[in-house]
């Protein structure tokens, strides 16, 4: 096999396995989810963004009550995860937790829990 060759089966082997790591996930989402702590489904959007670092941050405006949560998070390969807060509340003095979502194209699917609690709930993001 030539040189050529093998850099067409490098670039084709990229392009099958390795898109996931270079999917972007900035940008505006409408978001669906499930609440088992307070078995309440909800609706809303979320706008991540990138900032400095690869650090992620994330603005949930949702059919809560509160209704909006802020996050920053990591991506690795076809996962990103956020840390939330309510918005204006410290870590702690409020709702916070852990949301893991994987990354399906323009989909971000995952679960989350909240801090104190011992339930898993769902959320599924479409991107605008």
């Given amino acids: 096999m030539g040189v050529s060759m093998n850099k067409a089966m490098s670039s084709a082997f990229f392009l099958l396995f390795g898109s996931f790591s270079l999917q972007a996930v900035e940008g505006a989402y409408n978001v669906s989810g499930f609440d088992p702590n307070t ?5 809303g959007t979320v706008t991540i963004t990138k900032g400095e670092n690869e650090i992620y941050d994330a603005e949930w405006n949702l059919s809560l009550d509160p209704p909006k949560y802020l996050g920053k998070g990591l991506k690795s390969d076809n996962q990103i995860s956020f840390l939330y807060q309510t918005d204006g509340k410290p870590f702690g003095a409020d709702t916070t937790g852990l ?30």
């Fill in 99 to 128: 949301q893991v979502y994987k990354i399906k194209g323009d989909t971000l699917e995952g679960n989350f829990i909240v801090y104190g609690e011992s339930l898993v709930g769902n959320e599924t993001l479409t991107k605008k």
């Fill in 39 to 43: 078995n309440t489904s909800y609706t």
